[in-house]
Structure formats: structure tokens, C-alpha cells
């Protein structure tokens, strides 16, 4: 199978496209679920890939954003669990579970860590992972918009609105501090 003009990378090539896109989907995948899901994540992701290697469209260039795509719908999969550590977060649990604080900033940057994770827990799906895509995985809109199959204005505006929610959220911690 001939490799793709722009990148090099071959759809066929399951250990090189995995010696060249893990560390960047791990990355994303552990921000996102913890790092116990996120390897089994990133490892399905390949498998996925490899198994659909014929629907990547050679035309749209990079696969990382392809790949992202795929991570993103197994992630939803795991929905449930990633939303339930987030609310878990924002009622405080992770933190009591932690170690001892040792300074008042500390303590601050745990609350507002916890009301950031709330924030994210109920934000819709598109506007969660559109978010997270960028902000973690630092896509590019374009990118944003190919991984998850998107139109380009959906991703701006599903980033402008979580941007939104996400800034009324901080501001409204910042007042009751």
C-alpha cells in the first residue's frame, strides 16, 4: 500500500503509525480519562485504525487528526466514566484522596481545578470534546473539524460557546472567593 504524499505515513503500517502518533494521542487520551484508560484507549485506537486502514481518506492529509477522530468516539464510549471523575472532582473527592495541602494557594487551585470539572462534566458532548481537542490535544480547527467529522463553523462555534461556559464558570468562582 503506497504511503500518503504529505505525511509518509502508511494506514498499514500499524507499528509506525503507532511509533509516530502515540505519544501525541496518549497525551490527549490521559488528560481526558486517566492514564489506565487512556493506554487501553490509545492502543484501541490503533486497532481501530488498522481495522478501518481503507476508509482513511488519503486526500485529507495528516492522519493525526483521523486518529484523533477515532480516540474521541471510543472515548465516548467511556463517557460515563470520564464524566463521572469529573463530578467526583468537583464534589471534591479526588481531593481528599490526595495528599496533604500544604499551602492556601494549593487549596485554590483545588477549588477552582474542581468547579473546572464540573464545568467540563456538563458541558454537551460536541462542546466537550471540541474543548478538549483543541485545548489538549492543541488541533487546529481544521483538524478539530476532520477528527471528528465536523463542519469547520460547528468547531468554532462549539469552542466559542464551551469558551463561554468555561469563562462564566471561573468568573463566578473568582466572585465567591
Not at 498499514?12 to 488528560?31: I, K, N
Not at 469529573?86 to 487551585?109: H, I, K, N, Q, Y
Not at 487546529?140 to 471528528?148: G, R, S
Request: proline letters at 3%; glycine letters at 6%.
Amino acid at each position: 500500500m503506497p504511503t500518503t504524499a504529505a505525511t509518509g505515513a502508511d494506514p498499514a503500517d500499524l507499528a509506525g503509525l503507532f511509533d509516530r502518533y502515540a505519544r501525541e494521542l496518549l497525551r490527549y487520551c490521559t488528560r481526558r480519562v486517566g492514564e489506565q484508560l487512556a493506554e487501553d484507549v490509545v492502543a484501541e485506537t490503533f486497532l481501530v485504525a488498522y481495522e478501518h486502514r481503507e476508509r482513511y481518506d488519503r486526500s485529507r492529509g495528516e492522519m493525526l487528526p483521523w486518529l484523533y477522530g477515532i480516540a474521541t468516539n471510543l472515548l465516548r464510549r467511556h463517557r460515563r466514566v470520564e464524566v463521572r471523575a469529573l463530578r467526583m472532582a468537583a464534589r471534591g473527592d479526588a481531593a481528599a484522596e490526595g495528599p496533604s495541602r500544604r499551602t492556601a494557594e494549593r487549596v485554590d487551585a483545588e477549588r477552582t481545578v474542581a468547579g473546572l470539572a464540573g464545568v467540563l462534566a456538563g458541558l454537551p458532548r460536541r462542546q466537550r470534546d471540541v474543548l478538549l481537542l483543541y485545548a489538549v490535544a492543541e488541533l487546529e480547527y481544521a483538524e478539530i473539524a476532520v477528527a471528528l467529522d465536523i463542519p469547520l463553523g460547528s468547531v468554532q462555534s462549539a469552542l466559542h460557546r464551551a469558551r463561554t461556559k468555561v469563562r462564566a464558570a471561573l468568573a463566578t468562582q473568582g466572585d465567591a472567593r
